[in-house]
């Protein structure tokens, strides 16, 4: 082969779209023991000499490697079903808690000497502990599915969205030139939360307080960007709910002040 070497191939070959159905069985007349462990590590599920090589050999070979390859399958797809649960919520099928926080952290880094700005936007449910208490956790359930169901209609699809726990959620806008843009994403978000959803023939009512802390405007790392997402979605809780807060500077000292007294009166 004057254009590639065997492991080039190795590599070409496991690219293919066929690949995942392929077992590969290399042979050389080389003798370089090095040679045959970097075909395997390639992806080759087995290694013979040319000079070695009988019917006998080479049919046994090839079960070997299938057998191997095969193996190796089962274990990718028990791996990638771990990594999926490990990653999602069971309820919403969304990202969980875990999954999103190391993404953001991602998105922060990559985006250190990028001029775009990245917006969290948190999410929790108004009144959703009443509707659990007076409905039953199955309609409550049902309603987080519903929930999802209409913000992900306010969304493009490429956006990181999660389920944090409970009635909170979480979204990553990166890439955005302008806040306003975080804005407008919330705004939809909180509009359709005001229609009513049918569950058992019965209209329950589920509003959205949101919270927004902008990189780099508020914060340059990730615990600063969620905290003071969270104090400014407690904020638009307190302002009477329903509603789409960006995080001030006063809001924090609001929020440092109010633990401080509570913490003396205690």
């Known amino acids: 082969m004057p254009e590639r070497d065997g492991t080039e191939m190795i590599y070409e070959l496991t690219q293919l779209p066929t690949s995942s159905n392929t077992a590969i069985v290399m042979m050389s007349s080389s003798e370089d023991e090095q040679l045959a462990i970097d075909c395997l590590k390639a992806g080759a599920h087995d290694f013979l000499m040319k000079s070695e090589v009988t019917g006998v050999r080479l049919r046994r070979a090839v079960l070997q490697a299938k057998a191997r390859f095969e193996l190796e399958q089962k274990l990718t797809e028990s791996y990638k079903k771990v990594k999926i649960l490990s990653e999602s919520d069971p309820l919403t099928g969304l990202s969980n808690r875990a999954y999103f926080e190391h993404s953001l ?14 917006a969290l936007l948190l999410i929790d449910l108004d009144n959703f502990k009443f509707i659990n ?38 979204i990553c806008l990166s890439n955005l030139d302008t806040a306003e843009d975080a804005s407008k994403v919330a ?3 909180v509009e359709t939360l005001t229609k009513p959803f049918l569950i058992n023939e019965s209209e329950i009512h589920s509003t959205a307080s949101v919270g927004i802390s902008i990189y780099p405007d508020n914060a340059t790392d990730f615990e600063e960007l ?34 401080l007294l509570e913490k003396e009166l205690k």
């Open 105 to 118: 952290r991602i998105n922060i880094v990559n985006n250190i000497r990028d001029k775009h700005k990245i």
């Open 133 to 170: 208490d007076t409905y039953g956790h199955d309609v409550g359930d049902r309603l987080l599915l519903l929930v999802v169901d209409s913000i992900k209609s306010c969304l493009r699809g490429n956006e990181l969205f999660a389920r944090l726990g409970g009635d909170e959620f979480s």
């Open 187 to 189: 705004t939809r978000v």
């Open 226 to 259: 969620f905290k003071q997402a969270d104090i400014a979605m407690y904020r638009a809780k307190k302002l009477g709910r329903s509603r789409v807060c960006f995080f001030e500077e006063e809001m924090q000292e609001q929020f440092y002040l109010r633990a």
